[in-house]
């Protein structure tokens, strides 16, 4: 079975840093384009970043611009989204996905085919 596990979610203070990860089973990691969303409550969901884990290329929205980074660990079928100075705006559930289509850096969720749970980040003021 294909599946995608995001943890690491919790709540933090305005300014401060969350490293979520996204570990993924039942597919070949190192070909896949690994995007994370978010969605806050009567909100779209949204794109945050992206990474393929087969050549490392990374894509960034506004939203993660300057402050969240992106990495790979393909040993270990995990993604990690590294979110620093945190602000109340970012607080949502933030979901992984995967996708092996050759538009994924437009974040469309469509183009994306295996989703994780979500975690639940806040960000208190």
């Known amino acids: 079975d294909v599946q995608l596990q995001a943890s690491g979610g919790g709540l933090v203070q305005t300014g401060g840093s969350l490293r979520l990860s996204c570990t993924a089973s039942g597919f070949t990691f190192d070909f896949a384009a690994i995007g994370w969303f978010r969605q806050a409550p009567g909100k779209e969901r949204e794109g945050v970043i992206c990474i393929h884990t087969g050549d490392g290329l990374i894509y960034h929205t506004n939203s993660s611009k300057g402050r969240f980074t992106i990495s790979s660990d393909n040993a270990k079928n995990t993604v990690y989204l590294q979110m620093h100075n945190l602000e109340p705006e970012d607080s949502a559930v933030y979901y992984c996905?995967?996708?092996?289509?050759?538009?994924?850096?437009?974040?469309?969720?469509?183009?994306?085919?295996?989703w994780g749970q979500g975690t639940q980040v806040t960000v208190s003021s």
């Open positions: 996905a995967a996708s092996w289509n050759g538009g994924y850096y437009n974040f469309r969720p469509r183009q994306y085919i295996y």
